[in-house]
């Protein structure tokens, strides 16, 4: 028997930087979800990068920052079927808001 597909929401997350990573979510997953789950498998490549938690996150979607407690869906990204290989991910700008570094003394 074959697992029911269920529609995923592909997103391509483009730091100030050049850097960008895409990965996939459940459409009703909240932005403040994705940006947890976006922190927690941050590329080891930008560690330089990484804020010190995930409420530092920013992610802007056609000029907009999105609210953390809409979804995916209601901010109106559009889904796809997995395998999302032929779904063309749709670009997000991630932006991490500054903060002051811990000093060592």
């Not at 809409?70 to 395998?83: A, C, I, K, N, Y």
Request: hydrophobic fraction near 35%; aromatic fraction near 8%.
């Amino acid at each position: 028997p074959s697992i029911p597909q269920t529609p995923q929401v592909s997103l391509t997350f483009l730091l100030v930087s050049g850097h960008r990573k895409s990965q996939s979510f459940d459409p009703e997953t909240t932005v403040g979800r994705v940006k947890e789950l976006v922190w927690n498998a941050w590329p080891a490549h930008w560690q330089d990068e990484r804020p010190p938690a995930p409420s530092y996150l920013r992610i802007l979607y056609l000029g907009k920052i999105l609210q953390d407690d809409d979804t995916l869906l209601r901010v109106g990204f559009p889904t796809s079927l997995p395998p999302a290989s032929n779904a063309t991910p749709t670009i997000v700008h991630l932006s991490i808001r500054p903060y002051a570094l811990p000093s060592d003394d």
